[in-house]
């Protein structure tokens, strides 16, 4: 079975305080693809970042940095120096590619970044 | 249009009408996907479009939904016989191809009294 786990449900930080957010897939799939989005309070999902499975390298975008690890079935994201814009709901999602393409999304993690 | 459309953005409707939810994706994005997201919740997955055909429907939450993808372009959702149930935002997103990186649109807002 295909699952994405965001155990958080909310987190609380102060600006400029990091925070980092899990993300845990399932997938007996070989190949796959995992994607995080930014949900602000307007509601429209916005795209940050994609990672396929044969991709580890970690990648750093500015304040954003997400961390790829296939031993722990991992994909968790950090933001440094958080700030107010930050806050939203962040889901984590896994494209499997077998078959007909499955969409599976997390429950999501609602950040609050408080000035 | 420059990003994924929705219509409407709210629709209320009282339960056991039919409605119909329409998305306009990005043009010249092959592929055209419909989540719902229930309040709270994350987003399910209901169905995509490779072209007009849609491989799998299994995501969709019971045969009162179907989904339908003319001329490549634009799509319909329509709800037969909604319950109260059926109450969420339900997204459309399209991508370049399948698989690539999702553009969602806006939602539309769906209640039924």
């Known amino acids: 079975a295909q699952k994405v786990t965001q155990a958080q449900t909310e987190i609380s930080v102060v600006e400029k305080e990091d925070v980092t957010l899990d993300c845990v897939y399932e997938?007996?799939?070989?190949?796959?693809?995992l994607f995080w989005y930014k949900q602000p309070p307007s509601g429209e999902l916005v795209f940050l970042i994609r990672?396929?499975?044969?991709?580890?390298q970690n990648e750093i975008s500015g304040r954003y940095s997400w961390n790829f690890q296939k031993s722990t079935s991992s994909f968790n994201f950090t933001i440094t120096a958080s700030q107010v814009v930050d806050s939203a709901v962040y889901f984590c999602?896994?494209?499997?590619?077998?078959?007909?393409?499955?969409?599976?999304f997390g429950t999501g993690t609602r950040l609050k970044v408080l000035a | 249009g420059a990003g994924v459309s929705q219509s409407p953005s709210n629709k209320v409707t009282e339960k056991g009408k039919d409605v119909e939810l329409r998305c306009d994706p990005i043009?010249?994005?092959?592929?055209l996907y419909w989540y719902r997201q229930s309040l709270g919740q994350g987003l399910e997955f209901l169905i995509y479009?490779?072209?007009?055909?849609?491989?799998?429907k299994s995501g969709l939450p019971s045969d009162r939904f179907s989904a339908e993808r003319t001329g490549g372009s634009v799509s319909t959702l329509t709800i037969q016989r909604t319950q109260q149930e059926d109450s969420a935002v339900y997204l459309c997103?399209?991508?370049?191809?399948?698989?690539?990186?999702?553009?969602f649109g806006p939602g539309t807002r769906l209640t039924v009294l």
């Open positions: 997103a399209s991508s370049l191809y399948v698989p690539d990186t999702q553009y």
């Open positions: 999602a896994l494209t499997i590619t077998s078959g007909t393409y499955k969409y599976i």
């Open positions: 997938t007996r799939d070989t190949t796959y693809y």
């Open positions: 990672r396929n499975s044969f991709d580890e």
């Open positions: 043009s010249g994005h092959t592929a």
């Open positions: 479009f490779q072209g007009n055909s849609a491989p799998d």
